[in-house]
C-alpha cells in the first residue's frame, strides 16, 4: 500500500515503500511511540487524581510548576530544537519525565513535596523540547495532503499510552487491602520504565536538514493565541479517555479526504468542531446546574451508582472526543501555516507555551477546588473507577 503524495516528504531518497525506515509513516509513528511512553504515561500518572496520592496538594503543586515553566520554555523549545536536532531534543524531554514520576515514588515515603515540585520545574523544560520536536516532525514530515492523516494517526498511538498507562495502576493496585487509597511503589516504577523506553526510542528519530534559526512574526499565528490557551485548560479533569482516539480518527477524516480543495476541508473542520464543542460543553453546563459550592456532585462508582453513572460518563467520553477533534485541528492549521520543520518547530513551541499557561492557571483553579471532589452520597465499594467531573477522573483499587 502506498500513501500518495508522500514521495515529496523524502525527496533526497529513491521511495521504494511507505514503510520504510526515513518514510514520514514510520517516523511519525516512531514520534507517536515516544509520545507514548513518556507524555502518555504522564497523563496516565496525573489522571490518577493527586499523581496517585490520597492529598492531590504536591501533584497540585507539582503540576502548576510544571505548567508555568512549559510556558516560559515552550517558545524557546523550537530553537533548541534547531540547534540540537530532534534526537537530542527529544531525548534530554523525555528523561524529565522519569524523574518527575520517580519524584511520586520518593513522595511515597517521605512524603516530602520538595522534590515533586523541583521535578515538575524540570518537566516543564524537558516538554517545551520534546513537543517541539514533536510538533516540528508530525506537521512538516508528512505531505500538505497527508497531515490530517498523519496528525490522527499520532493522536492515536500517543492517547493509547494514556488508556493503556490508565490500567497499570488499576491491576497493580486491585486486590491491595492496606493504603489503597495511594498507588504502590511499582506503579510508580512501571511508569518510569515506559518512559525510559520513550527515551531510548526518542534517539531513533531521523534528522532533517541543517537548519537555520529563524524569528516568527506570523499574524495568522497569533490568531491561534486563543485555542492554545484554551487546549489543554481541561486536562485538570479530563485524562486517559479513549474517546481521544476515535475523535482523532474522525477529524483527520475531515481534513484530509472530505473535500478536493484544502481550504474548504479546513472550514468544514473548524465548523464541525464550533458545534460539538457547542453541543458537548452544553452538556457540561447542564450537569454542572445540578450541583454548586455547598452541594458538591457525587462521585460515582460504575458497579454501584447504575443508571446514574450513564450520563456523567457520556459526557466524559465526549469530552475525550473533542479534545482530540480540537487539537488534530489546530495542529493541522499549524501545519498548513509552513512547510519546513524549522519554522514548524517555532510555531508548535509557541503554542505549546501559550497552552501551558493556560493550563497552569487551570491546575491552580481546580485547586482551590479540591473540597468539590469528596465522596457524598453513593457510596464507595472496592474495585472501583471513581467519575467525578468537578475532580477529574481517578482509577482506585482497594
Known amino acids: 500500500m502506498r500513501f500518495q503524495g508522500e514521495e515529496e ?40 487524581g493527586g499523581g496517585g496520592q490520597v492529598n492531590p496538594d504536591a501533584a497540585n503543586n507539582a503540576n502548576t510548576a510544571l505548567y508555568t515553566t512549559f510556558s516560559i520554555f515552550g517558545v524557546l523549545g523550537g530553537g533548541v530544537y534547531n540547534i540540537f536536532g530532534p534526537k537530542v531534543t527529544l531525548a534530554m524531554g523525555c528523561s524529565t519525565y522519569v524523574l518527575y514520576a520517580g519524584s511520586f515514588l520518593y513522595y511515597n515515603h517521605q512524603q516530602d513535596q520538595t522534590f515533586a515540585i523541583f521535578a515538575g520545574v524540570l518537566l516543564g523544560m524537558g516538554a517545551s523540547f520534546l513537543w517541539a ?82 524569528l516568527f512574526c506570523n499574524r495568522k499565528l497569533r490568531l491561534i493565541i486563543p485555542a492554545a490557551w484554551a487546549s489543554n485548560f481541561f486536562y485538570s479533569y479530563q485524562f486517559d479517555n479513549g474517546a481521544q482516539m476515535i475523535g482523532s480518527v474522525g477529524i483527520g477524516y475531515i481534513l484530509d479526504f472530505s473535500f478536493k480543495s484544502r481550504r474548504t476541508r479546513g472550514l468544514v473542520g473548524v465548523g464541525i468542531v464550533a458545534v460539538l464543542g457547542t453541543v458537548i460543553w452544553a452538556g457540561g453546563l447542564a450537569n454542572q446546574l445540578n450541583y454548586s459550592f455547598d452541594k458538591p456532585p457525587n462521585r460515582l462508582d460504575f458497579k454501584r451508582c447504575g443508571s446514574d453513572f450513564a450520563g456523567p460518563f457520556v459526557l466524559y467520553f465526549s469530552y475525550g472526543l473533542l479534545d482530540a477533534m480540537f487539537q488534530c485541528l489546530v495542529y493541522w492549521v499549524i501545519g498548513a501555516l509552513a512547510d519546513t520543520s524549522e519554522t514548524l518547530s517555532r510555531y508548535a513551541g509557541f503554542y505549546k507555551g501559550v497552552q501551558s499557561a493556560g493550563a ?6 481546580g485547586k482551590k477546588k479540591d473540597s468539590l471532589a469528596q465522596p457524598a452520597d453513593c457510596e464507595l465499594g472496592a474495585d472501583h473507577f471513581e467519575l467525578s467531573i468537578a475532580g477529574g477522573p481517578h482509577l482506585q483499587g482497594s
Open 133 to 214: 520536536g514533536q510538533g516540528a516532525i508530525m506537521t512538516s514530515y508528512p505531505t500538505a495532503t497527508r497531515k490530517g492523516t498523519y496528525i490522527s494517526l499520532f493522536w492515536i498511538i500517543f492517547n493509547l499510552g494514556g488508556v493503556i498507562g490508565g490500567l497499570i495502576p488499576f491491576i497493580l493496585n486491585y486486590h491491595r487491602q492496606e493504603k489503597a487509597e495511594t498507588v504502590n511503589d511499582m506503579t510508580y516504577i512501571v511508569f518510569m520504565c515506559f518512559m525510559s523506553a520513550g527515551t531510548l526510542i526518542s534517539l531513533t528519530i531521523l534528522s532533517p536538514d541543517r537548519v537555520i534559526l529563524k
Open 9 to 48: 516528504a523524502a525527496a533526497k531518497v529513491p521511495v521504494t515503500s511507505p514503510f520504510r525506515y526515513n518514510s514520514p509513516l514510520v517516523q511519525v509513528s516512531l514520534i507517536g511511540l515516544v509520545c507514548f511512553c513518556c507524555p502518555g504515561m504522564f497523563n496516565a500518572l496525573t489522571g490518577m
Open 360 to 365: 497552569a492557571v487551570a491546575w491552580q483553579v
